[in-house]
């Protein structure tokens, strides 16, 4: 049979089995994005502190992260972890795997929104006697969001291609029931451009969010 035959004859099949993946892969998505998003204000507050120590342990932390495939530190939360006591089901390996990975990147997005704010600003809250904690909170953060979301954004869409490696731990995600299927009829081409379709139907919106948020961000300024 001919690419177009298997199609005809085997798509159904293949896009509903596919499909079964995407509350996984949605999942984890979600999952790691929650962690990155928070984890990643912590580490982008440490590198950007005073104390010299907690700077350097969040660069240390960055640049690991940054400079390490995500594979391998998927592989060491995965495996590693249950020799200091803890087995991470899957998904837990995969959401924090995949949401330390991003942490370290959304550290970069914050710190860059947090100091396009002019230092002038926390200066004038800390003079009317707020706390350094509610200045950044009430005064510097809402505005850097604006620089924020856009990069932040094409980072979500990066984090969800990323789920494609997460079958490496077990997870029935598309691409691992890609795999499957690829293994039960020997079909590779259709079914991983089927897969490939499925997540540009996804991204592409998601593209498009970014670009509009990134116009806005420029009739601001």
């Given at each position: 049979?001919?690419?177009?035959?298997i199609?005809?004859?085997?798509?159904?099949?293949f896009?509903?089995?596919?499909?079964?993946?995407?509350p996984?892969?949605?999942?984890?998505?979600?999952?790691?994005?929650?962690?990155?998003?928070?984890?990643?204000?912590?580490?982008?507050?440490?590198?950007?502190?005073?104390w010299?120590?907690?700077r350097?342990?969040?660069?240390?932390?960055?640049?690991?992260?940054?400079?390490?495939?995500?594979?391998?530190?998927?592989?060491?939360?995965?495996?590693?972890?249950?020799?200091?006591?803890?087995?991470p089901?899957?998904?837990?390996?995969?959401?924090?795997?995949?949401?330390?990975?991003?942490?370290?990147y959304l550290?970069?997005?914050?710190?860059?929104?947090?100091?396009?704010?002019?230092?002038?600003?926390?200066?004038?809250?800390?003079?009317?006697?707020?706390?350094?904690?509610?200045?950044?909170?009430?005064?510097?953060?809402?505005?850097?969001?604006?620089?924020?979301?856009?990069p932040?954004?094409?980072?979500a869409?990066v984090?969800?291609?990323?789920?494609?490696?997460?079958?490496?731990?077990?997870?029935?995600?598309?691409?691992?029931?890609?795999?499957?299927?690829?293994?039960?009829?020997?079909?590779?081409?259709?079914?991983?451009?089927?897969?490939?379709?499925?997540?540009?139907?996804?991204?592409?919106?998601?593209?498009?969010?970014?670009?509009?948020?990134?116009?806005?961000?420029?009739?601001?300024?």
């Open positions: 049979m001919n690419f177009f035959q199609i005809e004859a085997k798509g159904w099949y896009f509903t089995t596919l499909l079964s993946g995407w996984a892969t949605l999942i984890v998505a979600a999952g790691a994005l929650v962690f990155a998003l928070v984890f990643g204000l912590v580490i982008a507050l440490l590198r950007i502190s005073t010299k120590l907690l350097w342990a969040a660069t240390a932390y960055v640049e690991f992260f940054r400079g390490t495939p995500a594979l391998v530190q998927l592989f060491v939360i995965y495996f590693g972890f249950p020799d200091v006591g803890y087995q089901t899957p998904f837990e390996a995969a959401i924090l795997g995949l949401g330390m990975n991003g942490a370290a550290s970069e997005i914050y710190r860059a929104g947090i100091e396009s704010i002019h230092r002038g600003q926390m200066e004038a809250a800390l003079s009317l006697g707020m706390t350094p904690t509610r200045a950044m909170r009430y005064i510097v953060l809402p505005q850097a969001i604006r620089t924020m979301l856009p932040m954004t094409n980072f869409i984090l969800l291609k990323d789920t494609a490696i997460v079958f490496a731990v077990g997870v029935l995600e598309v691409m691992a029931l890609a795999r499957q299927l690829v293994t039960e009829t020997l079909q590779s081409a259709p079914i991983y451009l089927m897969a490939g379709a499925m997540y540009l139907c996804v991204t592409i919106p998601m593209a498009r969010l970014a670009a509009r948020l990134e116009r806005q961000r420029q009739a601001w300024q």
